[in-house]
T-cell receptor
Framework: EDQVTQSPEALRLQEGESSSLNCSYT??????LFWYRQDPGKGPEFLFT???AGEEKEKERLKATLTKKESFLHITAPKPEDSATYLC????????????FGTGTRLKVLA | GAVVSQHPSRVICKSGTSVKIECRSL??????MFWYRQFPKQSLMLMAT?????????EQGVEKDKFLINHASLTLSTLTVTSAHPEDSSFYIC???????????FGPGTRLTVL
């Protein structure tokens, strides 16, 4: 069965303290892996799409990487405004074109 | 970037009434739209998938007669919650994509409260 797991569940960082969020996946085949940011009471905001192992994408303080089993979202020198829930979603080759979501990582960056 | 809008952002209704939520892709053609429901501090739960011009495909456990979905054009999908009850109160979010392997773009969500 296709599965996506995110860790940690919650993370508190001091401003400027870099860290990484993990998204591990077990799927029959990977079509794509997607990262989103969600603020309370809002819809998820698209961040990155990764399609193949070794691929990397960057945007401001965020960098997403992909291996054959997991993806990391690296946050460099975070600021309080980076506080949000970060969601990982996977598209599998199982035949359905629906996202398999992880449960998310709640990030809090303290000033 | 691609923009998806939802209307209304908040709605309060009485038990037994019906509520319609609109989802629009503003700058791209959405061949597929999705409707999700999200409970506090939980991830998104897919309710149904709709393709333009076709009947929606509902996830197991979602009542199709209660949650009516119409995807009449490449830019508009609607979700109608019929005979709403307090247990239908939730945060409803739509998303849209153009190609099967492409990313989904999410709307801002609709907070439904049924009294």
């Amino acid at each position: 069965e296709d599965q996506v797991t995110q860790s940690p569940e919650a993370l508190r960082l001091q401003e400027g303290e870099s860290s990484s969020l993990n998204c591990s996946y077990t799927v029959s085949g990977l079509r794509g892996l997607f990262w989103y940011r969600q603020d309370p009471g809002k819809g998820p905001e698209f961040l990155f799409t990764l399609y193949s192992a070794g691929e990397e994408k960057e945007k401001e303080r965020l960098k997403a990487t992909l291996t054959k089993k997991e993806s990391f979202l690296h946050i460099t020198a975070p600021k309080p405004e980076d506080s949000a829930t970060y969601l990982c979603a996977v598209l599998s080759t199982s035949g359905t074109y629906k996202y398999i979501f992880g449960t998310g990582t709640r990030l809090k960056v303290l000033a | 970037g691609a923009v998806v809008s939802q209307h209304p952002s908040r709605v309060i209704c009485k038990s037994g009434t019906s509520v319609k939520i609109e989802c629009r892709s503003l700058d791209f053609q959405a061949t597929t739209m999705f409707w999700y429901r999200q409970f506090p501090k939980q991830s998104l739960m897919l309710m149904a998938t709709s393709n333009e011009g076709s009947k929606a495909t509902y996830e197991q456990g979602v009542e199709k007669d209660k949650f009516l979905i119409n995807h009449a054009s490449l830019t508009l999908s609607t979700l109608t919650v019929t005979s709403a009850h307090p247990e239908d109160s939730s945060f409803y979010i739509c998303s849209a994509r153009d190609l099967p392997d492409s990313e989904q773009f999410f709307g801002p969500g609709t907070r439904l409260t049924v009294l």
